[in-house]
C-alpha cells in the first residue's frame, strides 16, 4: 500500500489522484507521522460497501437460524404468496 504525507496530498492532489486512478490501489494518508485517512478509487468503495451490505445480510440469516427465527418451505411459501402472484 502506498503511504504519503498529508502536506504531499495538498502540493500534489492532481498527481496523487492520477496514480490512485492508474493503479486502484488504495493510498493511507499521514498526519504527522500518524495514520489519518485512507484515499480509494470510487468504484472500489462502492464495490467495499455493496460487499458489506452482503455481509450484514448473511449474519443476519445466521442470527436468526440461531435464534429459531425460521420457517419451513411451505410457511415461507405461504407468507411470500402475496409477493409471487
Do not use: C
Amino acid at each position: 500500500m502506498k503511504v504519503e504525507l498529508v502536506t504531499n496530498l495538498k502540493r500534489q492532489a492532481t498527481k496523487i489522484l492520477a496514480d490512485l486512478h492508474l493503479t486502484k490501489e488504495p493510498i493511507l494518508i499521514t498526519e504527522h507521522g500518524q495514520p489519518s485517512a485512507y484515499l480509494v478509487d470510487v468504484q472500489d468503495y462502492e464495490f467495499m460497501q455493496r460487499r458489506l451490505e452482503l455481509l450484514e445480510g448473511l449474519s443476519r440469516g445466521e442470527r436468526a437460524v440461531l435464534e429459531g427465527r425460521t420457517y419451513s418451505q411451505s410457511e415461507a411459501m405461504e407468507k411470500m404468496s402475496k409477493w409471487l402472484k
